[in-house]
C-alpha cells in the first residue's frame, strides 16, 4: 500500500524568509498531492494540491512542486508571515482507495 | 466547514464505558472517513466508507467500531473506552465524482476517558 514521509517534523524559519516541507510516496499509482494546514485547535484545511499530470503549481505565496520520477513534492512558502504558523500535512491519493497523510511539519515563524 | 459537524465536541468518560461518537454533512459527499489524532502522530485513519454498504477498517481500528446509518451520517463507537483512546478525533468527507480526493474535515470532537 502506499506510504507517505513528511520532513522535517518541526521547521523554524524566520519571518520574511522561506520554508520549504518535503514528501516522498512510495505507489506511483498516486495521481493526487494535497497539502493541509491545521492551525492550532482547529480542523487541517486543504490549501493547495496538484495532480500528476502537473510539474508545479502556485497560489500567492505557496507552491508545489512535484517529481514524478522521484516521487516527491514539495511545499514551498515564500515571504513568511506570523500567520504561516501552524501545521502541515502532505498527503498522496490515486483516487481508488484511501488517502495517506504524512506525520506532518509543525512550522514556527519567527519574529 | 460547516457542512460537515460532528457531535460532541467535548466529552469525558471513564474506563470501561460505551461512547459514540456523531458525523453529519450536508456536502452529498459519497465518502466519509474517521481520523484520530495525538500529538505528533499526525492522523491515523481508524475506518472509512466509500458509500452506505462499504465499510473499511484504517489502520488503528482495532477498539473501534463504525456504523454508516444514511449517506449523511457516519458514528463512531468505543465499545469500552481505555485511557489511550484519549485522542482528539476528526470526521471528514470527500468527493468520489470530484477532481481529487479532497478531504473535508469536521471541527473534531476532544475525547477524554479517565
Known amino acids: 500500500g502506499e506510504n507517505v514521509e513528511q520532513h522535517p517534523s518541526t521547521l523554524s524559519v524566520q519571518e520574511g524568509d522561506s520554508a520549504v516541507i518535503k514528501c516522498t510516496y512510495s505507489d506511483s499509482a498516486s495521481n493526487y498531492f494535497p497539502w493541509y494546514k491545521q492551525e492550532l485547535g482547529k480542523r487541517p484545511q486543504l490549501i493547495i494540491d496538484i495532480r500528476s499530470n502537473v510539474g508545479e503549481k502556485k497560489d500567492q505565496r505557496i507552491a508545489v512542486t512535484l517529481n514524478k520520477t522521484a516521487k516527491h513534492f514539495s511545499l514551498h512558502i515564500t515571504e513568511t508571515q506570523p500567520e504561516d504558523s501552524a501545521v502541515y500535512f502532505c498527503?498522496?491519493?490515486?483516487?481508488?482507495?484511501?488517502?495517506?497523510f504524512g506525520k506532518g511539519t509543525r512550522l514556527h515563524i519567527l519574529p | 466547514d460547516a457542512d460537515v459537524t460532528q457531535t460532541p465536541r467535548n466529552r469525558i468518560t471513564k474506563t470501561g464505558k460505551r461512547i459514540m461518537l456523531e458525523c453529519s454533512q450536508t456536502?452529498?459527499?459519497?465518502?466519509m472517513y474517521w481520523y484520530r489524532q495525538d500529538p505528533g502522530l499526525g492522523l491515523r485513519l481508524i475506518y472509512y466508507?466509500?458509500?452506505?454498504?462499504?465499510?473499511n477498517k484504517g489502520e488503528i481500528s482495532d477498539g473501534y467500531s463504525v456504523s454508516r446509518q444514511a449517506q449523511a451520517k457516519f458514528s463512531l463507537s468505543l465499545e469500552s473506552a481505555i485511557p489511550n483512546q484519549t485522542a482528539l478525533y476528526f470526521c471528514?468527507?470527500?468527493?468520489?465524482?470530484?477532481?481529487?480526493?479532497?478531504?473535508?474535515f469536521g471541527p473534531g470532537t476532544r475525547l477524554t476517558v479517565l
Open positions: 456536502k452529498g459527499h459519497d465518502r
Open positions: 498527503a498522496a491519493s490515486r483516487g481508488d482507495d484511501k488517502i495517506i
Open positions: 471528514a468527507t470527500s468527493d468520489a465524482d470530484g477532481p481529487g480526493d479532497t478531504q473535508y
Open positions: 466508507s466509500f458509500d452506505v454498504k462499504d465499510i
